[in-house]
């Protein structure tokens, strides 16, 4: 069977980066299980594992607009060095948890200079070229419960 909208895909996969430095694997864990065609995965990755079936090794690269985007500028916010409360030092690099009106966001302090702490609030992966290294484990159809919900049921029962 092959890849198609609502089918559910089980995978195992490595992601690289151009340098090659592995930023994530299933291996050694249960395959990705995902339902193809409600953007579960990133475009770029998606569009490649159409009509591919079992058993089938692709290698994905995926350009950041195909997946995480570019970088923004405007993800870029100055912030006085004085608004960070607590005891540890803050260095270039580090990830913060800043408050916003969505919610928790990740942000990396990307550069501080005197009083002033520029953050990050970019994916970490916007602006990468994505490598992935994917054998296909398992394509089966869907069931109508799964498209409805737009994800996958874990194996065993149904639990609502």
């Not at 995978?11 to 249960?30: F, I």
């Not at 990133?42 to 994905?60: M, W, Y």
């Not at 054998?135 to 419960?145: G, P, Y």
């Amino acid at each position: 069977m092959k890849i198609g909208k609502h089918s559910v895909v089980s995978m195992h996969y490595t992601l690289k980066n151009q340098e090659g430095t592995v930023l994530d694997s299933s291996q050694g864990r249960e395959p990705l299980v995902y339902l193809h065609g409600v953007g579960g995965l990133i475009p770029g990755l998606e569009f490649q594992l159409n009509d591919k079936i079992a058993g089938d090794k692709i290698k994905a690269v995926v350009e950041p607009k195909d997946a995480y985007g570019e970088i923004s500028k405007d993800m870029l916010y100055e912030v006085p060095k004085s608004g960070f409360q607590g005891d540890e030092e803050i260095f270039e690099g580090m990830q913060v948890q800043l408050d916003t009106e969505h919610g928790p966001r990740l942000a990396v302090v990307s550069k501080i200079d005197g009083d002033k702490v520029t953050l990050d609030m970019n994916h970490p992966l916007a602006g990468v070229t994505l490598y992935f290294d994917v054998e296909i484990m398992n394509v089966r159809e869907a069931e109508k419960e799964e498209i409805s919900h737009g994800h996958v049921h874990g194996h065993g029962g149904h639990h609502h």
